[in-house]
């Protein structure tokens, strides 16, 4: 794939802009997250295309135009078109094996132990195909982990959710495991749906934030100081997770 913008580490403004040019290891670390995104979401019943640089993503479906001039791939809620020139071919997976029923009259599962917050976030990161670093930058700006967490506006839990948000994804916002599930499915569309703009990661951020219909409507981060301090928030904690420092609430 190509056209993805990576996000600097912030040096002060907060303003959506050319990226100040990052080290190398930096640069490679967040190159690497954004492919993570498009190239390794666990999908059922899903493409496999394999592009003619040798590159290969999971998509829900591709669908290529009758004369063969473009391909369409759909994924994550979202689509990514690209020349089919640029495709060397498209494999359909294998629908995944369904699990074993429990027999009748099993006795119900043991009631679930108190979870780590943190180790719910690590395992939905994983689960979606996203460094695990961006998501707990996201849950600890949004809530500090913290499950029983309301915001003025009614926002609720770790990630943050508002119901409405929460009833489209068709999750209980109040429910730990759901309420991260969902919030982290919210960033990787979010993700997905920037991904070949410019400063991708910001823009999700702020759709995060604000809304998706915010961002698109000032065609990047608005102007709303919530938003601009959020996404530095974020981007900061990012940062001090890959280079192996906990952040703080």
């Not at 080290?23 to 490679?28: E, G, Q, S, V, Y």
């Not at 020139?85 to 498209?90: G, H, L, M, Q, V």
């Not at 823009?203 to 000032?218: H, K, P, Q, S, T």
């Amino acid at each position: 794939m190509t056209g993805w913008t990576t996000c600097s580490r912030p040096t002060g403004g907060a303003t959506e802009g050319p990226a100040a040019r990052p080290d190398n290891l930096r640069f490679r670390r967040f190159k690497h997250f954004l492919l993570i995104v498009v190239c390794h979401l666990p999908l059922q019943g899903a493409d496999l295309v394999t592009l003619r640089t040798g590159a290969q993503m999971t998509v829900e479906r591709a669908e290529c135009s009758g004369a063969g001039h473009e391909c369409i791939l759909h994924l994550g809620g979202g689509r990514i078109e690209m020349p089919a020139s640029a495709i060397e071919r498209i494999e359909r997976l294998p629908e995944p094996a369904r699990p074993a029923e429990a027999p009748a009259g099993a006795p119900a599962p043991a009631a679930r132990r108190t979870e780590d917050p943190r180790a719910v976030v690590t395992e939905a990161a994983l689960r979606h195909g996203l460094p695990p670093e961006i998501v707990h930058a996201v849950a600890a700006t949004e809530s500090a982990y913290q499950p029983d967490a309301v915001s003025p506006k009614g926002a609720v839990g770790v990630m943050q959710l508002m119901p409405q948000t929460a009833a489209q994804l068709g999750a209980d916002p109040h429910d730990l495991r759901e309420n991260i599930e969902a919030g982290t499915r919210l960033l990787r569309d979010l993700l997905l749906k920037y991904q070949n703009t410019p400063n991708p990661v910001r823009r999700a951020l702020a759709a995060y934030n604000a809304g998706a219909g915010a961002v698109d409507r000032y065609n990047g981060v608005p102007p709303y100081r919530e938003t601009l301090t959020y996404v530095e928030r974020v981007i900061e904690r990012y940062w001090r997770l890959v280079s192996g420092t906990r952040p703080g609430p």
